[in-house]
C-alpha cells in the first residue's frame, strides 16, 4: 500500500510543479527537481531509492519511443544528411564521450576511466523539448526541427555509446575495434527488431479493422506495451533495445496516420502526451528525492578524498563550460565548410552569421530526462564493491542539468532577440497552400459524387444536387478565406472564430443543462456519460 500511495503522490506533485512553473520563473525540470528535495526533507521526509535497472526499463524505452513517434518525418528525411553529417547525431557524441571522458578523469581521479566515459556519454544526449519550450515558439523553425531529430539520434547513440562504456568500466577491458564492430551489429539489429515489430503491429491493426475487431482501447493498450515489447526482445536477443524503441516509435507514428477512427488517435495522442510529460516530471522529481542524499555521501566521502564541494562544483561548470565549446565548434565548423562547398559548386548560399547561429546551438544543447534516467541506472555493485564514483556520477550530471537548463533559458531568449526569425511567416503560407489543396480535392470531388450520381427520380436528384451544392459553396468560402487577399482572410478568419466561440458557448449551455437534467432525474447516468462524451467530441472538433 506504500508504493501506491507514492505512487499517488508523486504523480500529484508533477501535477503541482506545472501549475507553480507558471508562477515561479524558474525551468520546469529545475523546479521539479527542488520539490523532489524538499519532498525528501523534514516535515515530509519521503525516501525512496529505485534499483537502476528499474531505471532503465521503465523510462527509458517509452521517452525514446516517443521520441521517434513525434520527430518530424519530413524535415528529418530532408535534413537527415545534415544530421549526421554535422555530428550532432554520432560524431559529436563519440568526441564528447572521448574529450570530456579524459576531462572528468582528469579533473577528479576519484572517478575510474571508464566510468568518466560512461558519465561522458550519458552528459551527450540533448533535450529538444526543454529548449523549444524556452524558446516559447520563436526558434527558427529548421533550428527547432534540427533539434528535435538531434535529440532523438543523440539520445540512442549517447545511452548506447553509455552502456558500452559502463560494460568496459565493470569489466576492466576495453577494444575499440571490438567495439566499434559490436556496436555496428547491436545498433542494426535493435533498429530491425523495433522496425519489424512496429511493423507487424501495424498489419495486425489493419487485419482486425477489416474484420470489425478494431478497437480503439485495446489498440492503445498494445501501443502503450509497444515500446517495453521492442526494448525487451532487442535486449533478450542481444541487440540494442535503445534504437529498438526509437525505430519502434518511428514506424508506428506512420501507422497511426492511416486511416482509423479519429478517437483511435485523440486517444492515442492525449496519452502518449500525458505518459510523456509524466514521465519526464517523475524522473526529475526522483532525482530531488534522492539528491539531498546522494549530496550528503558526497560530502562525508570529501572528508577522506582529493575532492571537495567547491572542487565538484567548479568540475561541473568547467564540465558544461567544455560541453558548450565543443558543440559552439563543431555547429560553426559544420556551417562555414558546408557554405565553402556550396560556393566552389555555384550554389545558392543562404547569408547568416554563423558566430550568432552557433552560438545559439550551443546554449540549445540542454541536458534533460534521458540524461537523468541513464546516469541514475548505473548499477550500485560490481559484484560485492559498491560501483566506484556512482554518486559522484549522479551529482555531476545532475550539476551539469540544471546548468545547462540555466544556460539555455538566459541564452536562448538572449540569442533570439538578436537573430532574425520569418519562419512563421513561411510556416503560415506552406499551411495555407495545404489548406487550398485539400479543400479544391474536396470540391472537385463533390462535383464528380454529384455528376456519378444523378438519379432518374426528379424528386431525389434535386435533393441530392442541393445538398451538394450547399456543401460545395461552404467549401469554396473556405477557399476565398485562404486566398492571399489578406483583408478578405482576416475577415473569414475573424467570422469563424466568431462562431466557433457562439458555439462552443452553446455546447456549454448544453452541458449544464443535461447535469441539471441528471439532478432532476430526467435521465440516468449513463445516458449523461454518452450525451457529455458525445459533446465533447464536437468541442474537439470546433478546437
Same mark, same amino acid.
Given at each position: 500500500?506504500?508504493?501506491?500511495?507514492?505512487?499517488?503522490?508523486?504523480?500529484?506533485?508533477?501535477?503541482?510543479?506545472?501549475?507553480?512553473?507558471?508562477?515561479?520563473? =524558474?525551468?520546469?525540470?529545475?523546479?521539479?527537481?527542488?520539490?523532489?528535495?524538499?519532498?525528501?526533507?523534514?516535515?515530509?521526509?519521503?525516501?525512496?531509492?529505485?534499483?537502476?535497472?528499474?531505471?532503465?526499463?521503465?523510462?527509458?524505452?517509452?521517452?525514446?519511443?516517443?521520441?521517434?513517434?513525434?520527430?518530424?518525418?519530413?524535415?528529418?528525411?530532408?535534413?537527415? @544528411?545534415?544530421?549526421?553529417?554535422?555530428?550532432?547525431?554520432?560524431?559529436?557524441?563519440?568526441?564528447?564521450?572521448?574529450?570530456?571522458?579524459?576531462?572528468?578523469?582528469?579533473?577528479?581521479?576519484? &572517478?575510474?576511466?571508464?566510468?568518466?566515459?560512461?558519465?561522458?556519454?550519458?552528459?551527450?544526449?540533448?533535450?529538444?523539448?526543454?529548449? &523549444?519550450?524556452?524558446?516559447?515558439?520563436?526558434?527558427?523553425?529548421?533550428?527547432?526541427?534540427?533539434?528535435?531529430?538531434?535529440?532523438?539520434?543523440?539520445?540512442?547513440?549517447?545511452? @548506447?555509446?553509455?552502456?558500452?562504456?559502463?560494460?568496459?568500466? &565493470?569489466?576492466?577491458?576495453?577494444?575499440?575495434?571490438?567495439?566499434?564492430?559490436?556496436?555496428?551489429?547491436?545498433?542494426?539489429?535493435?533498429?530491425?527488431?523495433?522496425?519489424?515489430?512496429?511493423?507487424?503491429?501495424?498489419?495486425?491493426?489493419?487485419?482486425?479493422?477489416?474484420?470489425?475487431?478494431?478497437?480503439? !482501447?485495446?489498440?492503445? @493498450?498494445?501501443?502503450?506495451?509497444?515500446?517495453?515489447?521492442?526494448?525487451?526482445? !532487442?535486449?533478450?536477443?542481444?541487440?540494442?533495445?535503445?534504437?529498438?524503441?526509437?525505430?519502434?516509435?518511428?514506424?508506428?507514428?506512420?501507422?497511426?496516420?492511416?486511416? @482509423?477512427?479519429?478517437?483511435?488517435?485523440?486517444?492515442?495522442?492525449?496519452?502518449?502526451?500525458?505518459?510523456?510529460?509524466?514521465?519526464?516530471?517523475?524522473?526529475?522529481?526522483?532525482?530531488?528525492?534522492?539528491?539531498?542524499?546522494?549530496?550528503?555521501?558526497?560530502?562525508?566521502?570529501?572528508?577522506?578524498?582529493?575532492?571537495?564541494?567547491?572542487? =565538484?562544483?567548479?568540475?561541473?561548470?568547467?564540465?558544461?563550460?567544455?560541453?558548450?565549446?565543443?558543440?559552439?565548434?563543431?555547429?560553426?565548423?559544420?556551417?562555414?565548410?558546408?557554405?565553402?562547398?556550396?560556393?566552389?559548386?555555384?550554389?545558392?548560399?543562404?547569408?547568416?552569421?554563423?558566430?550568432?547561429?552557433?552560438?545559439?546551438?550551443?546554449? !540549445?544543447?540542454?541536458?534533460?530526462?534521458?540524461?537523468?534516467?541513464?546516469?541514475?541506472?548505473?548499477?550500485?555493485?560490481?559484484?560485492?564493491?559498491?560501483?566506484?564514483?556512482?554518486?559522484?556520477?549522479?551529482?555531476?550530471?545532475?550539476?551539469?542539468?540544471?546548468?545547462?537548463?540555466?544556460?539555455?533559458?538566459?541564452?536562448?531568449?538572449?540569442?533570439?532577440?538578436?537573430?532574425?526569425?520569418?519562419?512563421?511567416?513561411?510556416?503560415?503560407?506552406?499551411?495555407?497552400?495545404?489548406?487550398?489543396?485539400?479543400?479544391?480535392?474536396?470540391?472537385?470531388?463533390?462535383?464528380?459524387?454529384?455528376?456519378?450520381?444523378?438519379?432518374?427520380?426528379?424528386?431525389?436528384?434535386?435533393?441530392?444536387?442541393?445538398?451538394?451544392?450547399?456543401?460545395?459553396?461552404?467549401?469554396?468560402?473556405?477557399?476565398?478565406?485562404?486566398?492571399?487577399?489578406?483583408?478578405?482572410?482576416?475577415?473569414?478568419?475573424?467570422?469563424?472564430?466568431?462562431?466557433?466561440?457562439?458555439?462552443?458557448?452553446?455546447?456549454?449551455?448544453?452541458?449544464?443543462?443535461?447535469?441539471?437534467?441528471?439532478?432532476?432525474?430526467?435521465?440516468?447516468?449513463?445516458?449523461?456519460?454518452?450525451?457529455?462524451?458525445?459533446?465533447?467530441?464536437?468541442?474537439?472538433? =470546433?478546437?
Amino acid at each position: 500500500m506504500d508504493i501506491l500511495y507514492l505512487i499517488f503522490l508523486l504523480l500529484l506533485a508533477v501535477g503541482a510543479s506545472r501549475i507553480l512553473a507558471n508562477l515561479i520563473p =524558474l525551468p520546469l525540470p529545475i523546479l521539479q527537481i527542488v520539490l523532489g528535495s524538499i519532498l525528501a526533507m523534514p516535515p515530509f521526509g519521503m525516501q525512496i531509492e529505485l534499483h537502476p535497472e528499474i531505471f532503465m526499463l521503465l523510462f527509458i524505452p517509452p521517452l525514446l519511443f516517443y521520441d521517434g513517434w513525434k520527430i518530424p518525418k519530413r524535415e528529418f528525411t530532408e535534413h537527415g @544528411v545534415e544530421m549526421t553529417a554535422m555530428s550532432l547525431v554520432l560524431v559529436l557524441v563519440l568526441l564528447v564521450v572521448v574529450v570530456v571522458g579524459y576531462f572528468i578523469h582528469w579533473l577528479l581521479p576519484a &572517478i575510474p576511466l571508464g566510468a568518466s566515459f560512461a558519465l561522458a556519454a550519458i552528459l551527450s544526449p540533448t533535450d529538444a523539448l526543454a529548449v &523549444i519550450a524556452i524558446g516559447q515558439g520563436r526558434l527558427p523553425r529548421h533550428m527547432a526541427h534540427q533539434l528535435e531529430g538531434e535529440a532523438m539520434m543523440n539520445d540512442a547513440t549517447g545511452l @548506447v555509446s553509455f552502456k558500452f562504456a559502463l560494460a568496459a568500466a &565493470i569489466s576492466g577491458t576495453f577494444s575499440l575495434v571490438s567495439v566499434a564492430g559490436e556496436f555496428l551489429i547491436v545498433a542494426l539489429g535493435g533498429l530491425l527488431i523495433g522496425a519489424g515489430l512496429s511493423w507487424s503491429v501495424g498489419r495486425l491493426k489493419r487485419w482486425m479493422t477489416a474484420r470489425g475487431l478494431f478497437d480503439p !482501447a485495446v489498440y492503445v @493498450v498494445m501501443i502503450l506495451l509497444l515500446p517495453f515489447a521492442a526494448f525487451y526482445l !532487442a535486449e533478450h536477443a542481444g541487440m540494442s533495445g535503445i534504437l529498438s524503441a526509437v525505430a519502434a516509435g518511428m514506424v508506428q507514428s506512420r501507422v497511426d496516420m492511416l486511416p @482509423v477512427k479519429t478517437s483511435t488517435r485523440i486517444l492515442n495522442r492525449s496519452i502518449w502526451e500525458m505518459l510523456d510529460f509524466s514521465f519526464n516530471g517523475l524522473v526529475f522529481l526522483l532525482l530531488g528525492l534522492q539528491f539531498p542524499r546522494i549530496v550528503g555521501r558526497v560530502w562525508e566521502a570529501s572528508s577522506h578524498q582529493a575532492y571537495n564541494m567547491p572542487t =565538484l562544483l567548479f568540475s561541473a561548470v568547467a564540465i558544461m563550460a567544455l560541453l558548450l565549446a565543443m558543440r559552439f565548434a563543431f555547429v560553426y565548423a559544420y556551417h562555414w565548410s558546408e557554405m565553402r562547398v556550396r560556393r566552389l559548386r555555384g550554389a545558392p548560399v543562404e547569408e547568416k552569421s554563423l558566430g550568432l547561429f552557433s552560438a545559439l546551438s550551443a546554449v !540549445a544543447g540542454v541536458r534533460g530526462a534521458i540524461t537523468l534516467a541513464g546516469v541514475l541506472s548505473v548499477p550500485l555493485m560490481i559484484g560485492d564493491t559498491p560501483f566506484p564514483g556512482r554518486d559522484l556520477m549522479i551529482f555531476l550530471a545532475a550539476a551539469v542539468i540544471i546548468l545547462s537548463l540555466l544556460v539555455g533559458a538566459l541564452g536562448v531568449p538572449f540569442f533570439l532577440k538578436r537573430m532574425p526569425n520569418n519562419d512563421f511567416e513561411e510556416h503560415e503560407r506552406e499551411l495555407q497552400k495545404a489548406r487550398r489543396q485539400a479543400a479544391q480535392a474536396a470540391v472537385g470531388w463533390l462535383e464528380n459524387w454529384r455528376q456519378e450520381n444523378a438519379s432518374s427520380d426528379v424528386d431525389r436528384s434535386a435533393l441530392q444536387s442541393e445538398v451538394a451544392e450547399r456543401v460545395i459553396e461552404s467549401y469554396r468560402q473556405d477557399l476565398e478565406a485562404l486566398m492571399d487577399r489578406e483583408d478578405m482572410a482576416n475577415q473569414a478568419r475573424r467570422t469563424r472564430a466568431l462562431e466557433i466561440e457562439l458555439r462552443l458557448q452553446a455546447i456549454a449551455v448544453q452541458r449544464k443543462e443535461l447535469l441539471r437534467m441528471r439532478k432532476r432525474h430526467d435521465i440516468d447516468e449513463q445516458m449523461l456519460q454518452a450525451l457529455i462524451r458525445d459533446l465533447d467530441y464536437d468541442e474537439a472538433a =470546433l478546437r
